[in-house]
């Protein structure tokens, strides 16, 4: 029995095992959750550029995490250094974890060669239980940068540097990707 004691002292949260199946949380307290960070930040802001930075940075945060959990938990044993590979990995294995599901749309700008964009269907879940005030909606605040941060904290965590922002264009969300030009020219030389 003390044996026993000493040995669950010992063990840090490194040597745990990785939990296998699902754990999911109910939406209620997600939506929580999530509309306390929001009445956090903006308690904290002056304007909806600062409002949308701070989203940003604490999903940039849960991106970085994100992508070593995610990495691990689906047995990727290299890194991505393919554009096309690490955009496929978020929008497949990191929106799963996020969302339960995959994102809807991945696509390429055709304007701007070194532009991609994730492209929700529907409102993301992120915006859908947040009451923010009518006219910070109106002047263009998106709940979603959160996202747009988890996005880009996962892009640094496997470097691809990118600036990413999130849109609402009636009625879907778009998560835009402007990746650096050093990017994009690998992803040419590798082609």
Not at 82 to 91: A, D, E, Q, T, V
């Amino acid at each position: 029995s003390k044996k026993k004691k000493q040995m669950q002292h010992a063990t840090n949260i490194v040597d745990r095992p990785i939990p296998r199946g699902k754990k999911q949380v109910t939406l209620s307290a997600y939506g929580y959750l999530f509309s306390e960070l929001v009445q956090y930040t903006q308690s904290r802001v002056t304007n909806i550029n600062k409002f949308e930075e701070r989203l940003t940075a604490a999903g940039y945060e849960v991106g970085v995490r994100m992508l070593e959990l995610v990495a691990v938990r689906e047995k990727k044993s290299r890194r991505e250094t393919n554009l096309l590979g690490i955009l496929g990995f978020i929008s497949m294995h990191v929106w799963k974890t996020l969302f339960d599901n995959r994102s809807n749309t991945l696509e390429r700008s055709k304007e701007h060669e070194d532009e991609y964009m994730i492209r929700c269907d529907e409102d993301i879940l992120i915006n859908k239980y947040v009451s923010i005030p009518q006219d910070l909606r109106e002047a263009g605040l998106n709940t979603a940068a959160f996202v747009a941060g988890v996005v880009k904290g996962v892009l640094d965590g496997a470097e691809f540097p990118a600036q990413v922002t999130a849109h609402y264009v009636k009625p879907q969300t778009v998560i835009l990707m402007k990746f650096d030009r050093d990017v994009i020219e690998n992803k040419v030389k590798a082609s």
